[in-house]
C-alpha cells in the first residue's frame, strides 16, 4: 500500500466524526430514499404473493340474473381463462355477540378448502384451479355442516367473538328463506381472504347504514337450492406469473376481461333463456298438473253427477214404486172396507138371524114353556090330588085303623072322587109330557138348525173377519213399508239434492278456482315473457373493482408519489453537509495538500484523496443506510398499513434497480460537493498553500444598520449575528436541516391533527348525533314511524326524520362520478340542529333552505363546483354503476366535512329534484351517555319496520384504527427528523468548534467562564434552530399539505388545520434535539486547551 | 512578600511512561509595577511559566502567589476569576476575534470584567482612535497587536501577561509594540510579564528572569533598563 493511500485510509481513522458526519447523511438520504422508493413496489410485490398465494381472482363476472352452471360452463371456455369458481353471496343484518352487524356472506367450496394446505399462514396449495379465493384459516376448523360459518380474523368486532359463538340472520336484501337454509349459523374458526384486503372498509350493500361491517364464509349448502350462482370467480392463464398491478399483468388480464365482455351478450342471453327455458318448464309441468287435476277434479264431479242421476233415477223408481204402492194400499183398502161393510152386514144379518134364533127360541122356549108351565100345572093338579089323595089316603088309613069307616068312606069316596077325577090325569100327563117333548123335540131341532145356519153364518163371518184382518195387517204392513219406503225416498231425495246442490256448489267453485290458475298460469306466463325485458347484465370486473385490492393499490402508489417528495430534503442536506464538512477538511489540510503539491503531486492525485474519502464515507452509509432503510422502512409501513390490509409483511428484497440509483445519487451528491470544495484550494499555488489560510475576514452585516437594535446587542450575540452570515454554506446546511427536522415533525403531528379531526371535528363539532335508525321505508307506515319516534323521543331526547339514499353525482361537465348520500330533512331546522353546516374557512353558518342542497366541502371539490352550480344524481345499482336519469340539484351551500360525502336538501328541493315526495324513514337521534345502546337497539329492533339502529362508536372506531397507522408514521417522522437535526447539528457545532478552537482557547484565557464559553457558542447554534425552526414550520405547512392531499382516500376529507400545539411541540422538539447536541458538544468545548490560544495558526 | 511569588513549582507532564518536568523548581520573585522580562531558550519552559502564572494551568508542586494569593491552590473556577480580573493576556498571534470590530475586541475584554476602563479610551491610549470600527482582517499586525493590548488593559488587571508579543511583527512594529508595554508600565504602574526568547529584550526589563530547562537559571534587577525605543536586536 502506497503512502498516498495509507494517508487517505488513516484521514478516514482519524477523523470518525467528520467520517461520520457524511456517512449518517447519506445514510438518511439514500436510506429514505432507497427505502421509500422500495416500500410502494415492495407493497405491490407484497400484495402480489399474497394474491398468487390466495389465488385471488384476476376476475369476477357478477350477473344481475344469476347464473347457472351453464353459464360457468361458457365462462370456462373463454380462451385464457384457468380457473372458473361459481359462488354464491348475499348480504344480511346479523346479529353476533349481542351486537348487529351488516355481513356479506360468500360461499366456500369446503371440500377443496378442506383439501388444500397452508404451511406458512399465506401459501394455499391446493390441485383444485377452481378454487378461487382461498381463504386462510388462521383458528378453528373449516365448517363440518352447513350451519357453521368461518369469520374474519380480523377484530371488526365491537364485542369479543370467540369460536363456538352464534351468527343470527335478521335481515336480508330479499327474503332469507329464498336464500339461506338455515338461520343461524356456529362460529367454527377464523380465516384471512385476501379478498377482503382492506379491513376498514369491506364494502358498500343496500343494507343498513350502507357499509358493510365484515364477511363470512359459509358451505354452499347454506344456500337456498333455487338460489343462483350470483358470481363467478376467475383466474387468468399466465396472470400469477405477472406482478400485479404492472402492465403486464393487467394487459393480461383485460385481453380476457375483453373476450368475457364479448361473451356477455351471450351470457345474459343464455341466462334469460335458461331462466325462461327452466320457468316454461315449470310452469307447463305445472299447466299440466292444472289441467291433469282439472280433468280429475272434472271427472270426478262428472262421476258424482252420474252417481247424482242414478240416485234420481232411482228415486223416480222408487216414487213410481210407491205410488203403484199406495194405489195398491188403497184398492186394498178399498177391498178392507168393502170386506168390512160386507162382515158388518154379514154381521148384522148374522146378528138379525140370531135374534130371530132368539126370538124363535124365545117363542118355541116360551111355548114349551107354557106348555111346560100347563104340563107343570096340570102336574101339579094332579101331585096335588095325589097329594091330597095321599093325604086322604093316609087319613083313610087312619081313619080305617080308627074304624071310622064313615070318615074312611066318604075318605073313601073322597079317594074314590080323587081317583075318579084323576083316572085318566096320568096319561093325560104322559101325553102331554110326550107332546112337549115332541115339541121341544121339534123345536130343538128346528132352534138348532137355525143355530147351525146361524153359527156356519158366523164361521163365515169370523172367516170374513180373520181374512179382513189379515189383511188389514197386510195392509198395515203394506202401509208401513210404504210410509218407509216413502221416508226412504224423501231422505234419498234430499240426499241426492243436497249433493247435487253440494255438486252444483263445488263445481262452481272449481270453476274459480280453475279461472284462477287459468289467470296465475297466465300471468307466470307473463313473467316468463318479461325475463326478457329483465336487466340482465353481466359485469365483468377486474382487481381494480375489489375494494382492498385497490385501496392497497393506490396506497402503494401514494408512498411512490410521497417517495418521490420526501427524500429530496434528505438529499438536500446530504449536500450541504457533505460540501461543508468537505470544505473544512480540504481547509485544515491546506498545508498537507500545498506539501503534496510541493513534492509533485497533480491535482488529480490530490482531488482524489478527497474524492476517494467522500465516495467511502458517502458509500458507507449509503450501504448501510439501503441496507438497513430499504428493509425497515417496508417493512415498517407494511407493518403499520397492516392495521388496514390484511396482506402478509413480507421480508422485502432490495430492489437493485433503485439501491443503484439511491447509491449513485447519495454518492454523486457526496463526491460533487467534495469536488466543489477542493477545487478552489486546488487552484492555489504551493506557496500560499504553506501559508495558514487567512482568516476569513468580519464583515459588517445588515442588521448592523439598524444601531438602535445593534448596539443594545452584547458581544456575543454580535458575533453570533456576523457568523451566522459568514460561512454561508453552514448558514443554509443548518437552516435546511433546521427546517426539514422540524417540517418533517409538523409534518407527522399535523398528519395526527388530520386524522383525529375526522373524528374529533366530524363526531363533535359537524355532529351533534350519534345514533340512527333506519326504518324499510317501503314497509314502514306513518304508525310504525310514530312508534319509534316515542320510542326515540321517550327521555326527551331530540331527534329528526330525514331521508338518505345513496346516489352518485356527476360533475356539471360529466366527468368524475362521485358516491354521496343524499339526506333529505323533513324539518330542515331541526335536522340542522345535528348537522352543524358551515363553511369550513370562516365558520360562516349555511341554512338549509329552499335555495338548493349543502354539499360536503370534498365532493364540491371533487366534482369542481360551486356554489350555484348545478350537479346531476344519478341511481346507482349494486355494482356501484349509475342507472336511470339524472336529477339535477343546485348546489347552495359548501360546508365543512370530513366523513362520507353528503348533499343535504330540504323536502321541496328533494320533490322539485327527484320529481317524488321524499319518504322519512330514518331517524337522527342523540343518545344520551346513561343510555343502554343494547337495549334501546333491542327495544327498536323489535318494533315495525325498523331495520337498523347504529352508533357513530362504531365508525369512530374505524377511524381510531387509521390513527393507529399514523402514529407509527408518526414515530418514523420524528426518528428522522431527530436524525437530521442531530447530523446537521452536530457537523455545525463540530466545524464550529474546530475552526474556532483559537478563539475559544482566547476566551478562556481572557477569563470567559465555561457557561459563557458556551453561550458563545451554541447561541449560533440555538439562533440557527430558531430561525431553521421557523422556516420549518412554514415548509412544514406545506409538506403536511402535500401528504394530507397525497393519502387522503376518497370518501374522507382529512382536517385541513395543522393545530396550535403541533406547531408548538414541532418548534419545541427542534429546540430539544438541538438542545442535546449543545450537551453532548459541551464536553468537547471544556476540552479545548487555552493553550490552543498560543500557536500560530495551523 | 513580593508581588509575584514562585516558590519550588513543578510541572510535570506524564508522556505515557516517561515523566517530563517542564518546570523542574522555579523559583523566582517579581515586585509591583515592574516590566518583567522572562527570557529563555525555546524549551526552556517559558511557556509553562507563562501558563501557571496566567491561570491556564496548574503547577504539580510548590506555591505560586500573586499580589498575596495563592493561586496554586485555585480552583478551576477560582482560575477562571482570576484570570478574568486579574490578567490580561497579550499573545504571539494577537488572538482577535476577527467577527468584531477593534472597538468590539477590546469591549469583549471589558464586558466580563466590573471594572473595567472605556474601550474607546484604551483603544486611544493605543494609538488606534482612528481604527476603531475596523476589523482585524483590516488591520496591520501591529495594529492588531495594538487591539490586542487595548483588550487586555481594558481589564485593568493586576498583571498583564505578554507572549512572545513581537514574534509575528516586523523589526519596526516589534519594538514599537514593545514601547508601548513598556510606555504602559511605566505610566499605568501596570506590571507587565513579558516572554520571549530573545535576550536582548532583558535590556529594557526593570526585572530580567532567565529560564533555562525548567529552571531559573537567573533573576535579577536591571539597574537601568533601557528605553525600548532605543532598543536594537
Known amino acids: ?1098 | 512578600m513580593a508581588f509575584v511569588e514562585f516558590n519550588d513549582v513543578r510541572k510535570v507532564y506524564k508522556m505515557g511512561e516517561v515523566e517530563v518536568a517542564a518546570a523542574d523548581g522555579m523559583t523566582f520573585s517579581a515586585e509591583a509595577g515592574e516590566f518583567v522580562v522572562v527570557v529563555g531558550p525555546s524549551g526552556a519552559g517559558k511557556t509553562t511559566l507563562l501558563n501557571m502564572l496566567g491561570g491556564m494551568d496548574s503547577c504539580t508542586s510548590g506555591t505560586i502567589t500573586l499580589d498575596g494569593r495563592e493561586i496554586s491552590r485555585f480552583t478551576e473556577r477560582q482560575l477562571t476569576q482570576y484570570r478574568r480580573l486579574d490578567i490580561g493576556f497579550v499573545f504571539q498571534f494577537y488572538n482577535l476575534v476577527q467577527n468584531l470590530t477593534a472597538l468590539e475586541n477590546v469591549e469583549l475584554a471589558s464586558q466580563i470584567c466590573p471594572h473595567p476602563l472605556d474601550a474607546a479610551q484604551v483603544l486611544a491610549q493605543v494609538g488606534l482612535s482612528h481604527r476603531m470600527d475596523n476589523f482585524p482582517a483590516q488591520l496591520s499586525g501591529g495594529e492588531q497587536q495594538r487591539v490586542a493590548i487595548a483588550r487586555a488593559l481594558a481589564k485593568n488587571p493586576k498583571l498583564l501577561l505578554c507572549d512572545e508579543p513581537t514574534g509575528a511583527l516586523d523589526y519596526k512594529t516589534g519594538k514599537a509594540i514593545l514601547k508601548l508595554l513598556q510606555d504602559t508600565c511605566r505610566t499605568t504602574g501596570k506590571t507587565v510579564v513579558l516572554i520571549t526568547h530573545n535576550s536582548a529584550f532583558a535590556d529594557i526589563a526593570d526585572r530580567v528572569i532567565h529560564v533555562r530547562e525548567g529552571r531559573v537559571a537567573s533573576c535579577y534587577i536591571n539597574p537601568h533598563p533601557g528605553n525600548a525605543a532605543d532598543l536594537e536586536w
Open chain 1, 1 to 1098: 500500500m502506497g503512502a498516498f493511500r495509507k494517508e487517505v485510509l488513516r484521514s478516514i481513522t482519524h477523523s470518525w466524526g467528520r467520517f461520520l458526519a457524511i456517512a449518517v447523511m447519506a445514510a438518511l438520504g439514500c436510506g429514505f430514499y432507497a427505502g421509500l422508493r422500495m416500500t410502494g413496489p415492495d407493497m405491490r410485490l407484497a400484495g402480489d404473493e399474497y394474491y398468487d398465494a390466495t389465488e385471488l381472482c384476476d376476475l369476477r363476472v357478477v350477473s344481475s340474473l344469476g347464473m347457472s352452471d351453464e353459464q360457468v360452463d361458457m365462462l370456462r371456455g373463454v380462451e385464457g381463462v384457468s380457473g372458473v369458481m361459481p359462488a354464491y353471496e348475499a348480504d344480511a343484518v346479523s346479529q353476533l355477540a349481542g351486537v348487529q352487524y351488516t355481513l356479506r356472506y360468500h360461499s366456500l367450496d369446503v371440500d377443496a378448502a378442506k383439501a388444500s394446505s397452508c404451511d406458512d399462514g399465506m401459501h394455499v396449495r391446493s390441485d383444485d384451479d377452481d378454487y378461487v379465493n382461498r381463504p386462510i384459516l388462521v383458528e378453528g376448523s373449516w365448517p363440518e355442516s352447513d350451519d357453521e360459518c368461518l369469520l374474519s380474523v380480523d377484530n371488526v368486532w365491537t364485542s369479543p367473538v370467540h369460536i363456538g359463538d352464534t351468527v343470527e340472520l335478521l335481515e336480508g336484501t330479499q327474503d332469507l328463506d329464498g336464500v339461506f337454509t338455515t338461520r343461524t349459523f356456529t362460529v367454527a374458526g377464523f380465516v384471512r381472504s385476501s379478498y377482503y384486503t382492506c379491513t376498514t372498509n369491506t364494502g358498500a350493500t343496500s343494507l343498513g347504514s350502507g357499509e358493510l361491517s365484515s364477511f363470512v364464509f359459509v358451505p354452499e349448502g347454506a344456500f337456498a337450492a333455487d338460489y343462483p350462482y350470483t358470481e363467478a370467480f376467475l383466474t387468468v392463464d399466465g396472470a400469477a406469473g405477472e406482478a400485479w398491478p404492472d402492465s403486464a399483468y393487467q394487459e393480461r388480464v383485460d385481453a380476457v376481461a375483453q373476450r368475457l365482455n364479448d361473451l356477455s351478450p351471450r351470457l345474459s342471453a343464455s341466462r334469460v333463456e335458461q331462466l325462461q327455458r327452466d320457468a316454461q318448464a315449470e310452469l307447463d309441468d305445472k299447466r299440466a298438473e292444472f289441467e291433469r287435476e282439472k280433468a280429475d277434479a272434472v271427472a270426478q264431479m262428472d262421476d258424482a253427477q252420474a252417481q247424482l242421476d242414478d240416485a234420481s233415477a232411482q228415486l223416480d223408481n222408487a216414487a213410481a214404486q210407491l205410488s203403484s204402492a199406495a194405489a195398491q194400499l188403497s184398492s186394498s183398502q178399498a177391498q178392507l172396507a168393502q170386506g168390512e161393510s160386507e162382515l158388518a152386514s154379514g154381521r148384522a144379518q148374522h146378528d138379525s138371524g140370531t135374534a130371530q134364533l132368539a126370538e124363535q127360541r124365545e117363542q118355541a122356549q116360551s111355548a114349551i114353556a107354557q106348555a111346560q108351565a100347563e104340563l107343570d100345572a096340570a102336574q101339579a093338579e094332579y101331585d096335588q090330588a095325589m097329594a091330597q089323595r095321599s093325604l086322604l089316603e093316609a087319613q083313610l088309613e087312619q081313619a080305617r085303623a080308627a074304624q071310622l069307616a064313615d070318615v074312611a068312606a066318604r075318605l073313601e069316596a073322597a079317594i074314590a072322587q080323587i081317583d075318579a077325577q084323576t083316572a085318566g090325569a096320568p096319561d093325560q100327563l104322559a101325553a102331554g109330557r110326550a107332546e112337549l117333548d115332541a115339541q121341544r123335540e121339534q123345536a130343538a131341532s128346528q132352534l138348532s138348525a137355525a143355530q147351525a145356519q146361524l153359527d156356519s153364518a158366523q164361521s163365515q163371518l169370523d172367516d170374513a173377519a180373520a181374512r179382513l184382518a189379515s189383511g188389514r195387517a197386510q195392509y198395515a204392513a203394506g202401509q208401513q213399508s210404504y210410509e218407509q219406503g216413502r221416508a226412504e225416498y224423501e231422505s234419498g231425495l234430499a240426499e241426492q239434492r243436497s249433493g247435487q246442490s253440494e255438486l252444483d256448489g263445488k263445481r262452481a267453485e272449481a270453476q274459480q278456482r280453475f279461472a284462477d290458475a287459468e289467470r296465475q298460469l297466465a300471468d307466470a306466463q307473463a313473467e316468463i315473457d318479461a325475463i326478457a325485458d329483465k336487466d340482465a347484465s353481466v359485469y365483468v370486473l377486474d382487481r381494480s373493482k375489489n375494494l382492498g385490492a385497490e385501496s392497497f393499490r393506490s396506497d402503494a402508489g401514494r408512498m411512490d408519489q410521497i417517495a418521490a417528495v420526501f427524500p429530496l430534503m434528505f438529499f438536500l442536506v446530504a449536500a450541504l453537509v457533505s460540501l461543508t464538512t468537505m470544505t473544512r477538511m480540504v481547509e485544515e489540510e491546506r498545508v498537507l495538500i500545498g506539501t503534496y503539491k510541493a513534492l509533485g503531486y497533480s491535482n488529480a492525485r490530490i482531488t482524489s484523496k478527497y474524492l476517494i474519502y467522500a465516495v467511502v464515507a458517502s458509500g458507507v452509509g449509503a450501504a448501510v443506510g439501503i441496507a438497513l432503510l430499504s428493509q425497515f422502512l417496508p417493512w415498517f409501513i407494511m407493518n403499520a398499513y397492516s392495521i388496514m390490509y390484511m396482506v402478509p409483511c413480507m421480508p422485502t428484497p432490495v430492489n437493485p434497480g433503485v439501491a443503484a440509483s439511491a447509491a449513485g445519487l447519495g454518492v454523486g451528491i457526496t463526491v460533487a460537493a467534495t469536488w466543489f470544495a477542493a477545487a478552489a484550494t486546488l487552484r492555489e499555488r504551493p506557496a500560499s498553500l504553506m501559508l495558514p489560510r487567512a482568516p476569513k475576514a468580519g464583515k459588517r452585516i445588515l442588521l448592523e444598520r439598524i444601531r438602535p437594535l445593534w448596539s443594545r446587542m452584547t458581544f456575543s450575540w454580535k458575533v453570533t449575528a456576523r457568523n451566522l452570515f459568514r460561512y454561508k454554506r453552514r448558514f443554509f446546511m443548518a437552516i435546511i436541516g433546521i427546517a426539514g427536522c422540524t417540517a418533517l415533525l409538523l409534518t407527522g403531528l399535523g398528519l395526527q391533527n388530520a386524522i383525529n379531526d375526522i373524528i374529533d371535528k366530524q363526531y363533535g363539532e359537524v355532529y351533534s348525533f350519534n345514533t340512527i335508525v333506519r326504518m324499510d321505508a317501503d314497509e314502514a307506515g306513518q304508525e310504525a314511524k310514530d312508534a319509534v319516534s316515542d320510542a326515540v323521543g321517550s327521555d326527551g331526547q331530540e331527534f329528526a326524520w330525514v331521508s338518505t339514499e345513496n346516489k352518485i353525482a356527476c360533475a356539471p361537465d360529466g366527468g368524475s362520478e362521485h358516491r354521496l348520500e343524499l339526506v333529505c330533512a323533513q324539518d330542515a331546522q331541526q335536522l340542522q340542529r345535528f348537522v352543524q353546516m358551515r363553511e369550513r374557512v370562516g365558520g360562516r353558518p349555511l341554512t338549509l333552505d329552499d335555495g338548493g342542497a349543502i354539499i360536503s366541502e370534498k365532493l364540491a371539490s371533487q366534482l369542481g363546483v360551486s356554489v350555484g352550480d348545478t350537479l346531476t344524481l344519478y341511481d346507482e345499482d349494486d355494482i356501484g354503476n349509475l342507472v336511470g336519469d339524472g336529477h339535477a340539484v343546485t348546489v347552495g351551500g359548501i360546508m365543512e366535512n370530513y366523513v362520507a360525502q353528503y348533499a343535504y336538501v330540504t323536502a321541496d328541493v328533494y320533490e322539485q329534484a327527484m320529481g317524488k315526495p321524499a319518504d322519512f324513514a330514518t331517524v337522527y337521534a342523540d343518545l344520551g351517555e346513561g343510555v343502554d345502546r343494547t337495549a334501546f337497539s333491542d327495544q327498536l329492533l323489535s318494533m315495525d319496520g325498523v331495520k337498523t339502529v347504529t352508533y357513530s362508536d362504531e365508525t369512530i372506531g374505524s377511524y381510531r384504527t387509521m390513527l393507529k397507522t399514523v402514529d407509527s408514521v408518526v414515530v418514523v417522522l420524528v426518528v428522522a427528523a431527530a436524525l437530521l437535526a442531530f447530523v446537521v447539528l452536530y457537523n455545525l457545532t463540530n466545524i464550529n468548534i474546530t475552526e474556532r478552537a483559537r478563539e475559544i482557547a482566547t476566551l478562556k484565557v481572557l477569563g470567559f467562564t465555561s457557561r459563557e464559553v458556551d453561550a458563545y457558542i451554541f447561541r449560533e447554534t440555538i439562533l440557527l434552530s430558531v430561525i431553521g425552526a421557523a422556516i420549518g414550520l412554514v415548509l412544514g405547512v406545506f409538506m403536511e399539505g402535500f401528504v394530507i392531499t397525497t393519502a387522503e382516500v376518497d370518501q374522507v376529507m382529512f382536517g385541513r388545520d395543522i393545530h396550535a400545539a403541533s406547531f408548538a411541540i414541532a418548534f419545541a422538539l427542534t429546540m430539544v434535539f438541538s438542545g442535546i447536541v449543545a450537551l453532548a458538544m459541551r464536553g468537547k468545548l471544556r476540552r479545548i486547551d487555552m493553550v490552543e490560544s498560543l500557536k500560530s495558526n495551523e
